[in-house]
């Protein structure tokens, strides 16, 4: 067996990613415990220790993969993002690139390429992502036609939440999220009674339409992905099921021309 062969077991092996998925979260960790002044003070120089190690980790598995795979190894996008994450720890984070310690904490989003049922959230995700922009143009169109009535009918009464088109667009999308709506609604009922009108007709069309149906396109992408696992797990048990078949086949026709032989063999009884 080649090295090369080797080392492909190896990272393919369940072992070494559940190894690779425990150093992310120990690394994980680690991070958290920095955001404390306190304990930076009293241990920084070992978890600034433990964070490069896990780094050093993190970049000899993935030259392993490049060797393993080698251009095959950019072809899987899961492994382009992981270079992605775990380059950003490399770049110098010093002067202006000091910003960039705190990415460092992207590394944990790794757990996303490791863990499969992780992947398939994703994946389902952003097979729905035509979808929702469509959602997204459609929830636009309802909150700018919201906002240049709110600003035309609201904006003299209550000047700081509608005085203008932007104010009345960003306490719209604050009302849609259920923040403190009732109080910008009192607000502007104290002097237009019948305000509450537009408040509840605004609130049923965004949040419980147009937001569902988010949810909604979402889970169909997610149940259509799963149905395509499902119906390619079955072309592939129907393939093996197959080949087993053809292999009884032929045994049996090797068996019956060794039968058919052995006949001609005997000595004719007459």
């Known amino acids: 067996m080649t090295t090369r062969e080797r080392l492909r077991r190896l990272v393919e092996d369940r072992r070494f990613q559940n190894f690779i998925i425990a150093v992310i979260i120990f690394n994980a960790g680690t991070l958290a415990l920095e955001t404390s002044q306190r304990i930076l003070a009293a241990f920084g120089d070992l978890l600034h220790t433990l964070d490069y190690l896990a780094l050093g980790i993190f970049v000899v598995e993935l030259l392993a993969k490049f060797y393993v795979h080698r251009s095959r190894f950019f072809r ?51 097979a729905a992502v035509p979808g929702m922009a469509s959602i997204a143009a459609l929830l636009g169109l309802v909150v700018f036609v919201a906002g240049v009535m709110a600003t035309k009918l609201f904006g003299a009464i209550s000047p700081g939440d509608f005085g203008s088109l932007g104010a009345s667009l960003f306490t ?96 004719d009884p007459g």
């Open 76 to 126: 899987d996008p899961w492994n382009v993002f992981d270079v992605v994450v775990v380059g950003i720890a490399l770049i110098p984070a010093t002067g202006p690139l000091a910003v960039l310690r705190a990415l460092r904490i992207l590394r944990v989003l790794r757990l996303v390429s490791l863990v499969p049922s992780m992947r398939k959230v994703v994946a389902g995700l952003l």
């Open 172 to 267: 719209l999308f604050q009302v849609m999220t259920g923040e403190a709506w009732p109080d910008i609604a009192d607000a502007v009922m104290a002097e237009a009674p019948l305000a509450w009108i537009f408040f509840v007709v605004y609130i049923l069309v965004s949040s419980f339409a147009v937001l569902n149906l988010f949810i909604a396109v979402i889970v169909s992408a997610m149940e259509d992905q799963l149905r395509d696992e499902m119906r390619e797990e079955e072309d592939r048990h129907a393939a093996e099921q197959a080949a087993v078949n053809q292999e009884i086949l032929t045994e049996l026709r090797a068996l019956r021309a060794e039968v058919a032989a052995l006949r001609q063999r005997e000595p």
